[in-house]
């Protein structure tokens, strides 16, 4: 092959080479080989199955409850409420709401035994809330580690005595915790919604 031919030759290779690549390239725009940006919605920041309040609506908090291995040692009831809302009746449904809130937020796995002694109990009404306050000791017996050969001990604990204030109104039960051994700072100055509420009521 002379010269002329060759150069024929190395043209003609050179335009299938350049159509070649330009098929290529198509094809790679066509199946989304570039990457696209993708906007992604921002997280809101509270895990999955978060109770949330929408406005107007109540929402119970409480401590997580354990339910220790012991037989006999269970997680206490809290009290219905009374049909019909007096002195008495609130007294008695508050302190036995306490007597529960209060031993299942000191129960654990290895918890033997609870108890809670409420005492100190005023009941008041103003403004058609009724105030009630009291103050709650919470006594444990748990279970201790063995080592080696001994047997465990029971560690025993006495509570300090808290001081606690209810506000209870028709549709929810408040309560607002002081600092053990102390009292509550102005207290009966304080409105339900200053509180935690700690149970609802239906309507």
Do not use: K
Not at 112 to 120: F, K, L, P, Q
Not at 149 to 159: E, K, L, M, N, Y
């Amino acid at each position: 092959m002379d010269h002329s031919g060759r150069r024929a030759a190395l043209t003609a290779l050179l335009a299938v080479l350049l159509a070649f690549a330009g098929c290529t390239a198509a094809l790679d725009g066509a199946g989304g080989g570039t990457d696209t940006p993708t906007t992604v919605p921002p997280s809101s920041g509270m895990p999955s199955g978060t109770p949330t309040a929408t406005p107007g609506e109540c929402v119970a908090v409480g401590p997580a409850t354990v339910d220790p291995f012991r037989e006999g040692v269970e997680p206490s009831e809290r009290p219905e409420p009374p049909d019909e809302w007096n002195r008495s009746s609130v007294e008695r449904y508050v302190v036995a709401f306490e007597a529960a809130y209060a031993r299942n937020a000191a129960l654990r796995v290895n918890t033997r035994e609870a108890s809670v002694i409420v005492g100190d109990v005023s009941v008041d009404r103003r403004d058609g809330t009724w105030i009630v306050d009291l103050t709650s000791r919470t006594n444990t017996w748990v279970q201790g580690r063995a080592t080696g050969t001994a047997t465990a001990t029971v560690v025993h604990g006495d509570g300090a005595r808290v001081p606690v204030t209810y506000r209870l109104t028709d549709r929810a039960l408040y309560r607002v915790e002081g600092s053990p051994g102390g009292t509550l700072s102005g207290g009966p100055t304080r409105t339900p919604e200053q509180g935690r509420p700690v149970a609802c009521f239906d309507n």
